[in-house]
Every structure is written in structure tokens, then in C-alpha cells.
């Protein structure tokens, strides 16, 4: 597995290195405010962008019109070449060479943008800097420049779908098309057992690939042609194994190669309902939450929500401290309800939609309806046994649990 780029494990990079640097080098530097519009409180250095797009994407996508300043927030983020960096503390201050532009960001944005309509130029703006900043081989890495990763190249698929633009007519100046820049990435033919139709983050320094759990959920997407909002399952089609004709060394297009990538989730999850993690400093995997929710979008965009269900059960039972304070994540866990065609306002007895609203803004659907008054033995059964939904958002706003997955953070860095 690689370590995921979130907020949790860029700080924690950042103690290692704060660590190994001389002591005058050694103060780390004080975490920026929470702005305005933003929500959650965390520090937002490393997924700002991100989590507010989620956040915003989940609000819309269950109906509800998020806060004004929440989105004025975010296209404030915006660099006036179009890109978004992960973070600026100042948006007032213009972008400059120094600004770390984000293409997982960017891409997030475009999604969460395009959804909600009215910001026609921003998006426009974004997906013509992502655009510029593709690489030969057709694919996208995190910061431009960079190789490209099956992640970062699928998160700007996902984008461009949003965006009403098809990625196969998106191509480098070499030709080649973001749906070609994602296929190199998958396992082929020669892949053994339950590998075969495994995507890797990236190959490694001998070229190699190795099966990635969570790049494969997000190249899933991708090869539909789809992004993080998906239609409700209406299908239960069962997962086949990948195909491999005589002389074939992988999948000719991206549906087929996302047919592989199916099959790969589905048997990942038969073990024990959810898919597993290595944190950084252990060699002992954990239960990975976010990557879980992201094989559950995953699987049922691709109509295989039988395979999905158990893993979407195991999630209502044990995504609660994880998803605590969480926007990005209690984001994700919504559109992963949605996808199942299942209400987010009661995942296993939790309103996710309300646990999300409590996190910034409330958005202006949710502001001008007042909730029906309980009766005298509902709050007494409240004051008895504690309301279930609470202890999704008081407390520590720690993100608990290494699961961040694509749709959380889409950065990745490999071990």
C-alpha cells in the first residue's frame, strides 16, 4: 500500500523531517487560522481545498443549497492561472512561483463546482490550467512536473466528466488521451489470482506495479467515465472475472480495464468486509475506512452492489470516530450512502448530513427549516441512553484511523 497524502500523513512527514533538520530549523511553524466559510477545524495546510469540495459536493448532492460564503470560500482559492494549491492561508495574496499547485485539488473543485452551477468561469479556468499541465503520457501527477500517478489521473478524469469535457478527446501534445495516460497503471494479463485487474499507484523504480487497493477504486471511476457522485445502484450485476484473450497483455479500454478493477475490490473485500492499510512506522495492516468507502462508491458505479454491501454494513458500524469532525470524510460516507441507494441521515442511526453541517456554514435549505420539536418521552429516552447522533460531532476533531482514501484526499505518496 502507499502512504496516503492527507493531512494526517503530510504532518506527520513533516515532524520526521522537522525531526532530521537542524535545531535551528527545528520550531515548526504555528498552524494557520480556521477561515470563515471553511469547514472543519482542523488544520487545513494540506486539504483545505479538498475537504471543503467534498463537503460542498455532499450537500448538493443530497439537495441541500450549501452557504454562501462557504462556496465564496472556495473559488477564493482559486490562482488566477486557473489552478488551485491545497491550501492559501492568504487568498488575497496573489499565486507565485513559490504556490504549490494541486492537481488533485483543482480536480476536486471542478467536481464540487460544476455540480452547483453558477461558477461556469471557474471551472473553466481550472479545467483549462489541468489541461495544460497534462502530462506526455497522458496522465496527471499531485504537484505538475512530476511522473503521473493512477490517482491523480483519475481524480481529473473525474473532472473533466464533471465538467461536461471527455477525457478520450483530452490529449497531450505527444496524443495521447487521459483514458490512455490511465491504462499503463493496471496489472495485465500476467498478473497472479486476485491481482489481475489491480491497478498500481505507480510503478516503482524497476517499472514494476504493484496491486493498489485504493488507486484501483479510483481508476474504477475513471475507466466508467464517472466521478465521486454517483447514481443511486440500480443494478446488482455480478463482478466477472477480467478477461484476458490469447496475446492480450491488458485491458484494450479504459470500461474493460474498469471491469478488472471491479473484480480486484470485490475479492479484496471477501476477507473481511473491509479493505486494510499499513500506517507509516508499522509493518501490521489496520482497517482502512476511507479506502473502504471509496471501494463501495467504486463497486457500485460499476452496478455491483451486491458485492459492495457488506463492506457499506461494516462502514455503518465502524466509520463513526473516523468520520468525527471530518468534513472530507463525513463528505465521502454520504455520497458512498447515495451510491447505495441508501439515506444518509440514517447510517447506522447517524444523520451524516447533520454530523457534516455541524462542521462549518449551515448550508441555506438546512438554515430555514426548523427541526419538529420532540415529543416529552423522546427526550427523555435522549436523556436516558445519549442522542446517537451526537458523538459523530462532539469531540476530538482528530481524524481517527489511517483511511483517508482517493475521494478524501486523492494524494499519494509511494513507501
Not at 461556469?120 to 496522465?139: F, I, P
Not at 448530513?353 to 427541526?371: D, H, K, S, W, Y
Amino acid at each position: 500500500m502507499t502512504v496516503r497524502r492527507s493531512a494526517a500523513a503530510l504532518a506527520a512527514t513533516a515532524v520526521l523531517c522537522v525531526a532530521a533538520a537542524p535545531a535551528a530549523l527545528a520550531a515548526p511553524s504555528p498552524a494557520p487560522a480556521i477561515p470563515e466559510g471553511l469547514y472543519g477545524k482542523t488544520d487545513p495546510t494540506y486539504d483545505g481545498v479538498w475537504r471543503q469540495s467534498f463537503g460542498l459536493l455532499a450537500q448538493d448532492t443530497v439537495g441541500l443549497k450549501p452557504a454562501p460564503g462557504a462556496v465564496s470560500w472556495l473559488t477564493g482559492q482559486q490562482c488566477a492561472n486557473g489552478a488551485f494549491a491545497s491550501f492559501r492561508p492568504d487568498a488575497a495574496k496573489a499565486c507565485d512561483a513559490k504556490t504549490m499547485l494541486d492537481s488533485n485539488a483543482t480536480a476536486a473543485a471542478v467536481q464540487a463546482l460544476a455540480a452547483l452551477g453558477g461558477q461556469d468561469a471557474v471551472v473553466k479556468k481550472a479545467v483549462d490550467w489541468l489541461k495544460s499541465v497534462q502530462n506526455a503520457d497522458g496522465g496527471w501527477s499531485y504537484s505538475p512536473g512530476s511522473p503521473s500517478d493512477a490517482n491523480s489521473t483519475s481524480v481529473v478524469i473525474g473532472a473533466l466528466v464533471a465538467a461536461g469535457v471527455k477525457p478520450g478527446d483530452v490529449k497531450s501534445k505527444a496524443g495521447t488521451s487521459a483514458l490512455d495516460g490511465l491504462l499503463p497503471f493496471q496489472l495485465g494479463c500476467a498478473a497472479k489470482g486476485a491481482d489481475r485487474g489491480a491497478f498500481a499507484y505507480q510503478p516503482d523504480k524497476d517499472g514494476k506495479l504493484a496491486a493498489n487497493a485504493d488507486a484501483t477504486a479510483a481508476a474504477a471511476l475513471a475507466g466508467l467515465g464517472k466521478n465521486a457522485v454517483v447514481s443511486p445502484a440500480g443494478s446488482d450485476e455480478p463482478v466477472t472475472v477480467p478477461e484476458c484473450p490469447a496475446g492480450a497483455k491488458g485491458a484494450a479500454d479504459a470500461p474493460t480495464a474498469a471491469v478488472g478493477a471491479a473484480f480486484y475490490l470485490a475479492e479484496a473485500l471477501k476477507k473481511d468486509g473491509h479493505l486494510t492499510a499499513v500506517t507509516p512506522g508499522s509493518d501490521k495492516p489496520v482497517a482502512d475506512v476511507g479506502n473502504t468507502a471509496d471501494a463501495v462508491i467504486a463497486l457500485a458505479a460499476g452496478g455491483h452492489a451486491g458485492a459492495a454491501r457488506g463492506a457499506f454494513a461494516w462502514l455503518e458500524k465502524n466509520a463513526g470516530e473516523w468520520a468525527k469532525g471530518n468534513p472530507a470524510g463525513l463528505g465521502t460516507l454520504v455520497l458512498a450512502a447515495h451510491a447505495m441507494g441508501e439515506d444518509p441521515k440514517s447510517f447506522g442511526g447517524t444523520d451524516l448530513v447533520a454530523a457534516l453541517n455541524a462542521t462549518g456554514p449551515a448550508p441555506q435549505a438546512a438554515a430555514t427549516t426548523a427541526a419538529p420539536e420532540k415529543k416529552e418521552e423522546e427526550k427523555a429516552e435522549d436523556s436516558a441512553s445519549g442522542d446517537g447522533s451526537k458523538w459523530w460531532v462532539i469531540g476530538s476533531f482528530a481524524v481517527a484511523g489511517i483511511g483517508i482514501g482517493f475521494l478524501l484526499s486523492g494524494r499519494k505518496k509511494k513507501q
